[in-house]
C-alpha cells in the first residue's frame, strides 16, 4: 500500500513559512527547531524538507541525499544541544512516532531530540 502525505499538516506549514518555528539550523534537505511543547530542558525536533509522513516512509522513498542530510544534521544537532558522548555530553533520547498506535500528532516525519535532564525508562505503557 502506498504512503500518504497531508500537505495541510502543521510541519508543512513551517515549511512554507506559514507560520513560525524557533528555528535552530537549516540544511538543503533538513529543518531542526524547537518543539512548541517540550519534555526536557532541550528538545527539538528534526523534520525533512520533502513530503514524508513517516520514519518508514522517510526510509524507503527518500534520496539518499536526503537520508544522509537527515541523519548528518540530527548528529550535529546532538554536539550543538552538548548532549553527544563524542564531545563530553550526557546524553539524549532520539525518538520517532508513527501512526496511531505510535502515538504521532503530526503526520510529517520528524524525529524528537531529547536531552538535558535524565530522561528515566523509555516506554510507558497504557
Ligand atoms: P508527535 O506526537 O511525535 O507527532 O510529536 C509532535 C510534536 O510536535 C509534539 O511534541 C508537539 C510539537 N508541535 C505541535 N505543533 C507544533 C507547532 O506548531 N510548532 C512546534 N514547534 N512544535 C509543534
Known sequence: MAHNYDP???FARILRGEI???T???TAHTLVFRDITPQAPDHVLVIPKGAYASFDHFGSEASE???VDFYRT???ICEMLGASLATGGLGYRAITNAGDQGGQ???HYHLHIVAGCPLGRMLEKR
Open 8 to 10: 495541510t499538516n502543521i
Open 105 to 107: 500528532e503530526v503526520p
Open 20 to 22: 513560525p518555528a524557533k
Open 24 to 26: 535552530i539550523l537549516e
Open 65 to 67: 541525499a536526503e537520508i
Open 74 to 76: 540530527a548528529a550535529k
